[in-house]
């Protein structure tokens, strides 16, 4: 089987995204890989499709144990034979997860580093041919990285035991050059392969408010999108559960996830969010990693996070399976006060010395000033966002709250030869007006002022841009003094002049945009992605799904995304050909799930 095939059938998905195919090829061809890309990006199913085509075992060291679980289970429901090994395996579980491995029955074992050093992992170790280790969130091994982990360190010496070196495959979210460094130094990787796809996501919209009313603000977004599954982060405990009680007071159903919170609560609370009982989820960054829940349509924060890279992690877990989604922080200057505190508390990690404690507060504190650059500047935040990540972009996206609320872009090219051409008209009668007067004649005003002139009769370009209004005129004005095509005198009253670029302007073929100020600014997206399906046949399916899942103690989403959903609901298959073109349907589900979902899609036709 082609990894083409594996994908089709296991995955159900017709192509690779970005950059998921190469970095493919080159584990199968034994090399060491390093895959930087966004989270939502597809980073899975890099190591799966080679792990079920490589002979032996892949051991996937990941760093929550609490997902794991449906990781795996996610994985079994399309028919890959997948386990983990973690502590919150029961003793029975654990020794027949064992046998399983034993037995050859396993191609995809998940591990938290802490495992890798007891004897039951050692043991694997030396029996079973490992071909490939995948480290997932591979930067928690820097001390550069936003969430270094000491059990990381770990891993190298796993490594370094195994009779026979497997092809190593590191993954990360975050693409600074120290942390990829640090990645291939300390797993001790290989002239890796080294991919790094774009980091822009384009179906997010990124919005910054500075509300005085954090909680009428929060309120507002969440209401303008019940019954949508979203995320609100706070920056601490206190606040989780302040905010959580007073949406639950003003009729929102949501529920809580700190650290605090005894582990059988957290449990529920994640799993009563996750298989869409209840849609808002109020939350420490403690939630969220390794959560694969696709049909997230909106995160706020409702505090500005410590670094970009935390916040674009966090912001994108909305909108995972692609359809349009809201990523939208509230920002204060507290925040800044509360993470600078935090930043000092941190700073007492024992486990390194002085020096290293030093650098990592001095590089702590340089990342929270380029969070507070994003949340205060007035341009377009998805630009600065992936010029952090190492991008170059226009500096104009049109799904930011600063392109959307502030500037649009226009081309203004024609508009442009207006201008020149009029000051041209002008200067041959030998008359030089600056910005305002010339505003005035290309709008053909009546004032007085000009009537001696007899404009109207005698120049071709006066009130050519009577259509456009006095503010835009001369912004376009400006626009055009600033990107030099005209000039200006000197003085006190300066005029417009001309020079080498308005002649080209006239003459060649250019185009010319410029940002305005819209007059009227949206608050936000998320148009429901539902919305283009048949609302009857798609509730319908979903509560098949929901049947299917709550049958086999699994969330929704490992049935089927809700993009799969909406897809079905489009394409209306009526045979197993037909079902399998849906977009996520591969054999095995075909075989598990077609039929109960086809009848679904007769009896709503
Ligand atoms: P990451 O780990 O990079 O955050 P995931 O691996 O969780 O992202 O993938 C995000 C979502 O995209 C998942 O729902 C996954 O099934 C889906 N996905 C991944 N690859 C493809 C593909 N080639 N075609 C369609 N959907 C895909
Ligand atoms: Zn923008």
Redesign the pocket.
């Known amino acids: 089987m082609t990894a083409q095939d594996v994908?089709q059938q296991y995955?159900g998905?017709d192509?690779?995204?970005k950059g998921?195919g190469e970095l493919i090829a080159h584990i199968l061809a034994g090399e060491d890989t390093v895959g930087i890309?966004?989270?939502?990006?597809?980073?899975?199913?890099c190591y799966q499709v080679p792990a079920l085509m490589l002979p032996g075992m892949t051991v996937v060291i990941s760093p929550l144990i609490s997902l794991m679980h449906d990781q795996v289970a996610a994985l079994r429901a399309a028919g890959i034979p997948a386990a983990y090994l973690n502590s919150s395996l029961s003793a029975e579980a654990y020794r027949s997860t064992l046998s399983d491995v034993y037995n050859g029955r396993v191609k995809i074992l998940y591990a938290a580093p802490e495992r890798l050093e007891t004897e039951s992992m050692r043991n694997i170790a030396k029996e079973i041919p490992i071909t490939m280790v995948t480290v997932d969130e591979a930067h928690c091994v820097s001390q550069w990285g936003q969430d270094f982990r000491p059990s990381y360190l770990k891993i190298a010496s796993f490594l370094e035991q195994l009779p026979c070196r497997p092809r190593i495959s590191a993954?990360t979210?975050t693409a600074t050059k120290e942390v990829c460094e640090d990645i291939v130094r300390i797993l001790g990787l290989h002239k890796p392969f080294t991919l790094t796809t774009g980091f822009d996501r384009e179906n997010l919209y990124f919005g910054v408010q500075q509300p005085r009313d954090k909680f009428r603000a929060l309120y507002a977004i969440v209401k303008k999108r019940a019954g949508q599954s979203g995320i609100v982060y706070c920056i601490s405990r206190r606040l989780v559960e302040e905010v959580c009680e007073k949406l639950c007071a003003n009729g929102i159903p949501a529920t809580r996830y700190h650290a605090g919170l005894p582990d059988e609560e957290r449990a529920r609370n994640q799993n009563a969010f996750i298989c869409d009982e209840i849609p808002v989820m109020v939350a420490t960054n403690a939630f969220g990693m390794g959560i694969?829940k696709?049909n997230v349509s909106y995160v706020v924060h409702y505090n500005m996070p410590k670094n970009m890279e935390s916040y674009y992690q966090e912001a994108?877990r909305a909108g995972?399976?692609?359809s349009p989604a809201d990523c939208i922080l509230l920002y204060s200057g507290q925040d800044v006060r509360t993470n600078r505190f935090m930043i000092e508390q941190s700073s007492e990690n024992e486990m390194l010395d002085a020096a290293a404690r030093a650098r990592i507060r001095s590089l702590d504190e340089e990342r929270l000033r380029l969070m507070t650059y994003y949340c205060t500047r007035q341009e377009c935040l998805r630009s600065y966002m992936l010029r952090y990540f190492g991008e170059t972009t226009e500096n104009y996206c049109g799904n930011c709250s600063c392109c959307r609320t502030n500037y649009e872009t226009l081309d203004m090219t024609i508009e442009a030869k207006k201008i020149v051409s009029c000051i041209y008209r002008l200067h041959k009668r030998d008359l030089h007006f600056g910005i305002g007067g010339l505003t005035d004649i290309l709008r053909g005003s009546q004032a007085d002022k000009y009537t001696r002139y007899r404009f109207a009769e005698t120049l071709s370009t006066f009130g050519i841009m009577q259509e456009t209004s006095e503010k835009l005129c001369r912004e376009m004005i400006r626009h055009l003094l600033s990107e030099e095509w005209i000039t200006q005198s000197e003085g006190k009253f300066p005029v417009l002049q001309l020079n080498m670029n308005s002649v080209k302007l006239l003459r060649e073929d250019c185009r010319i945009t410029i940002n305005v100020v819209k007059e009227a600014p949206p608050e936000a997206a998320a148009v429901s992605a539902d919305a283009a399906v048949d609302p009857a046949l798609l509730a319908a399916l979903k509560a098949c799904r929901a049947a299917i899942a709550s049958k086999e103690r699994v969330p929704a989403y490992v049935i089927f995304?809700d993009a799969t959903l909406r897809d079905m609901a489009a394409k209306r298959p009526q045979n197993d050909m037909g079902f399998l073109s849906v977009?996520?349907v591969g054999r095995v589900k075909l075989e598990k799930y077609g039929d109960a979902f086809m009848k679904v899609i007769r009896e709503n036709t």
């Open positions: 994908l995955f998905y192509t690779f995204r998921q890309m966004p989270t939502g990006a597809g980073k899975s199913i993954f979210a694969d696709s994108g995972r399976d692609g995304t977009s996520g």
